[in-house]
């Protein structure tokens, strides 16, 4: 693949990812927690289509980056897809149309993965969790609720596989993420949490709640859950939760810029159709006996890729000056274009601008110098090795 068409595939996900997330004309779909934030100072803009909380007015952004890495905030995700896919080629299905090794996994297991397309693009990042050999539970992106709604089913239709796919329209989300998140919701339930580990997941009353789900994952880099909730509670919950000190509200704002320090990718930006798992440094997510046995839509590219090297990666650099932000472009040493930034901003924790963007294998090394373009200003700017902010996922339960 020359450079040239390999700039062409980064505008083209520039454009992609706008379509996504951009502003919306329409009317803004409302989570069930809608009067709960504005009632609390929330400020609320459109978001894939919803209504969301950029932040609170209790809290800066930064100051709410700051108070999630050392204390513990509460996050509203409830516009993201919830799906339960059963029956007894649920399993054979999901493993047609992601990469997941649902085999490997145990009950109560979750994992990252992708559903792709047959050129071996990811057409959205979601996790699966495995309740058990029978039944999924499935969470992904918002702005691709639709889209995988209709390919999911249409899909399933046209095979002769025995499988249901329910979509959890009346259950709510709320992410629970810090380090002191475990000491907030064990106050409100039974189960021992030190025994439920990163990935995983359990069905459990939280304060009086019946039926939740509780999976210790997130979108932060640090310890936290994620809890899907009647929506017809889910004020109640939030409400019990916010008054547990420390907690706080956090809104997309902070989410942002934690999930960038994590070195986490934001479909439509860091992710696309236009990218496969293996470009987008997710080829951890494809187990060897996927790699080796394929069996999944798409996988002649990614195998191939798995196999060699693909031509361009996802990588994370660092500057300092003004910072980059989605589409500033990535300069080689002499001044040549040959990437775009996908994702940045200034790190509150690390006190310096992070982004990532997709460049040429051949300069991708960690240490390599680079130079970044941000408006009329010429920066230095270094590759560096992702997460930029060490994760604190909770990996320890017996």
């Known amino acids: 693949m020359n450079r040239v068409s390999i700039l062409s595939r980064w505008r083209q996900q520039l454009i992609i990812g706008a379509r996504y997330y951009g502003e919306h004309t329409g009317d803004l779909k409302k989570t069930a927690l809608y009067d709960f934030h504005v009632s609390h100072g929330g400020r ?132 629970l993420q810090g380090p002191q998140m475990a000491s907030v919701l064990q106050q409100g339930v039974i189960v021992d949490l030190s025994k439920l580990a990163f990935m995983h997941s359990a069905i459990m009353d939280v304060f009086g709640i019946h039926g939740c789900r509780v999976s210790r994952c997130g979108y932060t880099g640090e310890d936290g859950v994620e809890v899907s909730v009647p929506s017809d509670r889910a004020i109640e919950l939030a409400s019990k939760l916010l008054s547990v000190q420390p907690v706080k509200l956090a809104g997309l704002g902070a989410r942002d810029i934690l999930r960038l320090e994590a070195g986490l990718c934001l479909y439509g930006s860091d992710i696309t159709e236009e990218t496969t798992p293996v470009e987008a440094g997710l080829s951890w997510c494809i187990s060897k006996r996927r790699a080796s046995e394929g069996g999944f839509i798409g996988c002649e590219k ?40 996908t994702s940045g901003g200034p790190s509150p924790i690390l006190g310096y601008n992070i982004a990532m963007a997709y460049l040429p294998i051949e300069v991708s090394k960690v240490g390599t110098i680079l130079q970044l373009r941000v408006r009329r200003n010429v920066l230095h700017t270094e590759v560096v090795k992702m997460p930029f902010v060490p994760t604190k996922y909770f990996k320890s339960a017996k």
């Open 302 to 341: 990614i195998q191939k890729q798995l196999k060699g090297k693909p031509a361009v990666r996802r990588i994370g650099i660092k500057s300092e000056g003004p910072p980059a932000r989605h589409g500033a472009e990535v300069l080689s040493s002499n001044g040549n274009v040959i990437g775009v930034v």
């Open 44 to 175: 609320m803009v459109p978001f894939a289509g919803w209504s969301m909380p950029l932040q609170y007015e209790e809290l800066t952004i930064i100051n709410s980056t700051h108070h999630t890495r050392k204390a513990a905030s509460l996050f509203d995700v409830s516009h993201m897809l919830q799906l339960q896919i059963t029956g007894k080629d649920s399993l054979k299905f999901l493993e047609w149309v992601s990469v997941a090794d649902l085999q490997a996994l145990e009950n109560g297991a979750a994992t990252l993965s992708v559903l792709t397309s047959p050129s071996g693009g990811i057409l959205d990042d979601c996790i699966i969790t495995k309740d058990g050999p029978n039944s999924f539970f499935v969470v992904s992106n918002a702005g691709r609720a639709d889209h995988d709604w209709s390919h999911l089913t249409s899909l399933l239709k046209q095979s002769s596989l025995n499988a249901t796919i329910s979509r959890l329209s009346e259950c709510s989300l709320l992410a």
